[in-house]
């Protein structure tokens, strides 16, 4: 499913990973063993092993889009809430899927997030669709976060006006399965509802229903991500497979470039469709392992070749404080020949295709910046579908679980975020936030 080359890192891999093997293996069986506890952040883990949600998931999608009623889907959430089904419908489905018609669609639906609270943005996404002809998923694992929660009342005040009685047949929600204002409203609404277990964290929710119902409500099977998951969970939490760990070999790589002054990580994915994990990426990194003033990788989102032409130049000749992550996509479902007939002047591109040169701009980018001083890595994809897709992300996920584990730090808290949302709640006149307020002020 994916390879990783790692000749350009300037760094003996395999005598760092025997040194660390036992340590890995410590850390692994760690992992292992917590994932079962429902009072840890380890539930993510083992979302594979759930394969009643998934059956469910693509159920109500079926149904949804089999009934004919909707055309659109609007997700409401933010974080983690939006990034994964963003990063996941964008590497799967066309850049036009929104533009085509329902037949070409086969009836799945168009799908468009609001995770900010810009009003223009808001206004924009609702002031174009026909909110009665459209199915409104609201994310939020806590139930309460502010940002998601005022879209809401929104969308609900608009399909009361539009929809009387029937409002709630337009309205999804995936929340805490027993805690929160949200789960409050949608059991005493009796709104349909997916549920988020209380030991998966929003960055590590992807494969939960925050992720697998907005796919599937695109007409992805989202079985396929649960085999890809079951097939990634053998391969990255097996101790006896450890020389070919995906994971354990990211994390290492991570940890002792930025321990040696290599800070900044960009994920630089040779593929327009992929762009949108790097998104992904840079939460999952920055806000699992951003927890000192001492340590922690800083992600930054880069797309090749796109950012050969914005970022490249820092990459290449800037401060040598970065290790850099390529993704490279072996075989692409589509390709264009250039013509064989000559044009002069560009006689060096006749008879090449898209696919040769976005793999030589690829390998041209990672041979400049190596000689420029600069390692690193390239992730290969044998191709873009929803089992690499579930490897692929699933092994960033350990990657960073390990990593937290090599600094000695939590990777699943993120006390940075929750004191701006205190200080938020306090400029809106929250009530028990008040001594915040004096702070703020």
Known sequence: MLKLDTSLLNLDLSKLLADKQNKLIEILADLEKRSSDKTDWLGWLKLHENKNEFLEIQNFADKIINSGKYENLVVLGIGGSALGPQCLIQA?????????????????????????????????ILSHIDISKTLFCVITKSGGTAETISAFLWVIDALKKQLGDNWRDNLVAITDPEKGTLRAFVNREKISNFSVAPNVGGRFSVFSPVGMLPLALTGVKVEKFREGLVKAYEDLLNPSKIKENIASQLALVLTHYEQNGKRIN?????????????????????????KTPEIGPCPIKAV??????????LFAEGPLDKIVFFIKVTNFTNDFAIPTEPVEGFENLAGESMKRLIHAEGQGTAKAIHKKGVPSLTIELSEINEGNLAYLLFSFEVMTAIAGQLYNIDPFNQPGVELSKKFTYALLGKKGYEKYLDEVR
Do not use: C
């Not at 090749?304 to 130049?313: C, K």
């Open 92 to 124: 799967l489905k066309s850049p036009t899927w929104n533009e085509l018609n329902k037949e070409q669609r086969d009836n799945a639906l168009k799908t468009y997030f609001i995770d900010n609270v810009d009003p223009d943005w808001t206004n924009e």
């Open 266 to 290: 960009p994920l630089m994915p040779y593929s327009s469709k992929l762009a949108r994990i790097s998104d992904w990426y840079v939460q999952l990194v920055a806000e699992s392992l951003g």
């Open 304 to 313: 090749g070749a796109t950012d050969q032409h914005s970022q490249l130049q």
